[in-house]
């Protein structure tokens, strides 16, 4: 389900969907939004959306819902102060453990702010807790 009539994406992450739309794995539903996500008090079974071109709603059967918006990481508050990688922040590679940590002492960053690969809740759980376990480890050293 997209909001627009075409997507400002990477070339490649279009023409990877594109190529799952024709081997018919996926569906893209132009100009539509998600309204509601139905379901019967236990799973989802369902979606509403609703077409932005004439306001009419459609409900679409299904039994789960991943939303992603977009790829660029919210990170513009912090450019000119903490090293970045493409919009990113800049983490360590954790070859000595303080995989997190940035190049400001004490500072350390997680999640989709610095994982420019995977981009999944999981992924951001998993690294939260490492952000933790490193800061956790600089402040025994303060």
């Not at 739309?21 to 132009?30: D, E, F, P, T």
């Not at 998600?34 to 409900?59: F, I, K, M, S």
């Amino acid at each position: 389900v997209h909001r627009r009539d075409s997507l400002r994406s990477e070339k490649i992450l279009q023409d990877k969907l594109f190529e799952k739309a024709r081997s018919g794995n996926v569906n893209i539903i132009w100009n539509h939004t998600l309204d509601e996500v139905l379901g019967n008090g236990t799973q989802v079974t369902g979606a509403r959306l609703r077409n932005l071109q004439t306001d009419e709603t459609q409900d679409l059967t299904l039994n789960g819902v991943f939303i992603a918006i977009g790829h660029t990481p919210n990170t513009s508050l912090f450019h000119h102060q903490i090293d970045m990688n493409d919009g990113y922040i800049a983490i360590q590679s954790g070859l000595d453990g303080m995989a997190t940590a940035t190049n400001i002492p004490g500072v350390f960053a997680c999640g989709d702010v610095a994982d420019h690969v995977y981009r999944q809740a999981v992924t951001s759980a998993g690294f939260g807790c490492m952000a933790a376990l490193d800061a956790e480890k600089y402040l025994d050293t303060v």
